[in-house]
């Protein structure tokens, strides 16, 4: 008699078992009819195989997923928390609520993202960041530290905390670069002084140097390019545009985005930070291969309207289905998680799903230099997988192999 599959069969030294009657979602192309076959040794799980239905051994267990998309895991790499609760929180309730709600919506690994803080706090969080990655927890896997950071242009601050912005020549660098065995993204603003020295630190460190919450012209974004700075955090939102001087029209981060290969980019697809033309904008200009849909959630995200949240010493609301500031001045990062976006961008804007997938999964891994392991649905990736019901939300998670989530 055959195991219980949603158990995995435990007790077998290797345990297999195939997904059937599903939609596999390939980087260019939508699959039916198709099994995928997960193989689980120890603490090792794969795809080890993607085959037709037909042509599986007739002993093999099968999970019929009753027609839906299966899909790679979600990646955020941009994303503060959810359901009241931050990263900036270096507390195992915060993370834990943050990451099963990150698993229950098809999520699979994420940055977790932090807010500038004091540096003292700041420390304490990454080295709780540190630990909390050194073994296994329930839950999204944190994949490293996002800093949308301190080093940013006071006119852009937009809901950060103006009073927690430092400049990138005060030395406090030195102690961020103690964490470049997790701190994955760095974001700067590249025209404040120092910044470009600082850009070069951090590629020598690893860690991608990312533009951001910005006043910069593209002479000062390209300067930063050759230092390093290869990636843009929220386009269109805390950024510079063209400017005049004189006759001359000076391009500002967002131009410079939108057409330099050079640079990959981030774009918030809650269908309220950017409407669907300026959404529309990104992908014709950028492409699938450059953009990276990020939920840039605080923990606004998952609380009803109206729910005030905070992040350190702000305080938010969340208002028509976003975070805003009280005197609406800006957004306060969206209350919108990664697979609510996956709608938005098919339905609205216009991008076909395997693209749409693209820019969640692999291209965030390509980014991280995870593309080898993860990001799509290839023989010999790990097993981090979604499968998602027609609306996107999801009916099962799998990460290593084993299920997450799993909605009954």
């Not at 939300?393 to 997450?404: L, P």
Request: with cysteine; glycine share 8%.
């Amino acid at each position: 008699m055959k195991k219980d599959a949603f158990n995995n069969g435990q007790g077998k030294d290797v345990i297999s078992f195939a997904l059937v009657n599903g939609q596999l979602v390939l980087p260019d192309s939508i699959a039916t009819g198709m099994a995928i076959v997960i193989e689980r040794s120890g603490v090792n799980s794969q795809i080890a195989a993607i085959i037709r239905e037909d042509s599986l051994p007739a002993e093999t267990t099968r999970i019929d997923v009753g027609g839906r998309w299966i899909t790679p895991g979600l990646i955020d790499i941009h994303t503060h928390g959810a359901l009241g609760h931050t990263f900036n929180e270096p507390d195992e309730q915060a993370f834990e609520t943050i990451l099963l709600e990150n698993a229950r919506r098809g999520v699979t690994g994420l940055l977790a993202t932090v807010a500038p803080t004091p540096m003292d706090d700041l420390l304490q969080v990454f080295e709780f960041t540190r630990q909390w990655m050194a073994v296994s927890h329930p839950g999204s896997q944190v994949l490293g530290l996002h800093l949308e950071s301190p080093y940013t242009n006071p006119v852009q601050c937009g809901a950060l905390d103006p009073q927690n912005l430092r400049s990138p020549l005060d030395g406090s660098a030195e102690s961020l670069l103690e964490y470049a065995d997790v701190l994955r993204i760095l974001v700067l603003a590249p025209e404040l002084p120092g910044a470009v020295q600082l850009v070069s630190r951090l590629t020598e460190h690893g860690i991608i140097a990312a533009a951001g919450h910005s006043m910069a012209k593209e002479s000062e974004i390209l300067t930063a390019m050759q230092s390093g700075l290869r990636h843009v955090t929220h386009l269109f939102s805390a950024m510079s545009t063209t400017v005049r001087e004189g006759p001359w029209r000076k391009p500002g981060l967002l131009e410079t985005a939108l057409v330099n290969p050079g640079l990959t980019v981030e774009m918030i697809a809650d269908n309220r930070h950017l409407p669907p033309t300026l959404m529309k904008l990104a992908y014709q200009s950028i492409g699938p291969d450059r953009l990276i849909v990020i939920s840039d959630a605080l923990s606004g995200a998952g609380l009803p309207e109206g729910s005030h949240f905070r992040m350190g010493k702000m305080e938010y609301e969340v208002v028509d289905g976003v975070g805003m500031m009280f005197d609406r001045s800006a957004f306060a990062g969206s209350s919108t998680l990664l697979n609510q976006m996956l709608p938005v961008l098919i339905d609205i804007v216009g991008i076909p799903l395997p693209e749409a997938i693209r820019m969640t999964s692999l291209n965030p891994a390509r980014l991280l230099n995870l593309d080898e392991r993860k990001g799509s649905l290839e023989i010999g990736k790990d097993a981090d997988l979604a499968i998602f019901n027609p609306d996107f939300s999801a009916w099962r998670t799998m990460i290593a192999g084993e299920w997450i989530h799993r909605k009954e």
